[in-house]
């Protein structure tokens, strides 16, 4: 069973951490979860523009998020045996190794794939010619209709709507 998975994080930088993280395989069965950044030594790095695009300051986090080694340990054993897609690339792996190495996962423990290639992959078993132009159009068309809301819950259910749409080829 494939799992979808979305991270929002402190900034951008080599010393960012994960603030939150969302998975699931379908839009009712999505795990949500803020981080207390607080709860681990050195997770300092903090930039204002990642509170004004999640609409979260560090505070809210330290009051309302969960203790980041709780979080990874649900996290891995949800995710431990599946493959596991998202659309950060680099930075979701870096992030998704950082909350892991909180309860001592090796990093590489969970390897996410790139969901671009499963859309593709799709599209070519529908037959689709030229996949990679149809997906660009596809996605510019849904990203019109609404797009994600830089909240990890709302980044794991656009991508998983998203993914039904190029399954059922609606599109």
Same mark, same amino acid.
């Given at each position: 069973?494939?799992?979808?998975?979305?991270?929002?994080?402190?900034?951008?930088? %080599?010393?960012?951490?994960?603030?939150?993280?969302? &998975?699931?395989?379908?839009?009712?069965?999505?795990?949500?979860?803020?981080?207390?950044?607080?709860?681990?030594?050195?997770?300092?790095? &903090?930039?204002?523009?990642?509170?004004? =695009?999640?609409?979260?300051?560090?505070?809210?986090?330290?009051? %309302?998020?969960?203790?980041?080694?709780?979080?990874?340990?649900?996290?891995?054993?949800?995710?431990?045996?599946?493959?596991?897609?998202?659309?950060?690339?680099?930075?979701?792996?870096? &992030?998704?190794?950082?909350?892991?190495?909180?309860?001592?996962?090796?990093?590489?423990?969970?390897?996410?794939?790139? =969901?671009q290639a499963l859309w593709i992959k799709q599209?070519?078993?529908?037959?689709?010619?030229?996949?990679?132009?149809?997906?660009?159009?596809?996605?510019?068309?849904? %990203?019109?209709?609404?797009?994600?809301?830089?909240?990890?819950?709302?980044?794991?259910? &656009?991508?998983?709507?998203?993914?039904?749409?190029i399954t059922s080829g609606v599109g």
């Amino acid at each position: 069973m494939i799992m979808i998975i979305d991270f929002e994080a402190s900034s951008l930088s %080599e010393d960012s951490y994960p603030i939150e993280v969302a &998975w699931g395989n379908s839009s009712d069965s999505i795990c949500s979860h803020l981080i207390n950044p607080e709860t681990v030594p050195g997770w300092v790095d &903090w930039h204002p523009a990642s509170e004004k =695009i999640h609409n979260m300051s560090r505070e809210y986090l330290a009051a %309302e998020g969960e203790h980041a080694a709780a979080v990874a340990t649900s996290l891995y054993a949800a995710l431990q045996t599946h493959e596991v897609y998202c659309d950060g690339g680099k930075f979701d792996q870096m &992030w998704l190794n950082r909350l892991l190495a909180v309860i001592n996962q090796a990093p590489g423990s969970i390897r996410l794939k790139p =969901i671009q290639a499963l859309w593709i992959k799709q599209l070519h078993r529908r037959g689709i010619r030229f996949a990679e132009a149809h997906l660009m159009m596809l996605k510019r068309k849904a %990203e019109s209709e609404g797009p994600p809301p830089h909240r990890a819950a709302g980044d794991v259910n &656009w991508l998983l709507n998203f993914t039904d749409r190029i399954t059922s080829g609606v599109g």
